[in-house]
């Protein structure tokens, strides 16, 4: 291994740590407004704040044996959010057809 290839490795496992931190962070913060939400009905999609912590867990399981509720966590997150998005997307979309303002969607 030469002198290039030793810092790209470094480089690498520094940045990856960081991002582990980082993905850490957001994570926590996540959770504490996940508390601060309303309560009554938990499995709604809050929007981007329940799609990124669908993403996070989803990243964090990656090559894991996950259990059905960490399964149902990440499915009621990310991909209800997703599917919430599409959605909403061809319901302005069709509002905006219909009214004359598709140039302006």
């Keep these: 291994m030469n002198d290039q290839e030793r810092w790209d490795l470094e480089w690498l496992k520094q940045r990856h740590s960081e991002l582990q931190q980082e993905m850490s962070e957001l994570a926590g913060r996540l ?23 669908g993403q996070v867990a989803d990243l964090e399981g ?17 991909t209800s959010a997703l599917l919430c998005c599409s ?19």
Excluded at 32 to 52: F, I, R, Y
Excluded at 88 to 105: D, E, I, P, W, Y
């Design 62 to 78: 990656e090559g894991k044996k996950l259990s059905v509720a960490e399964l149902r966590y990440i499915h009621e997150r990310k």
């Design 31 to 53: 959770k504490l407004l996940e508390t601060k939400q309303d309560t009554a009905q938990p499995t709604t999609p809050a929007g981007s704040l329940q799609l990124v912590a």
């Design 87 to 105: 959605v909403r997307l061809v319901g302005a979309l069709s509002r905006s057809t219909l009214h004359g303002n598709a140039g302006n969607f």
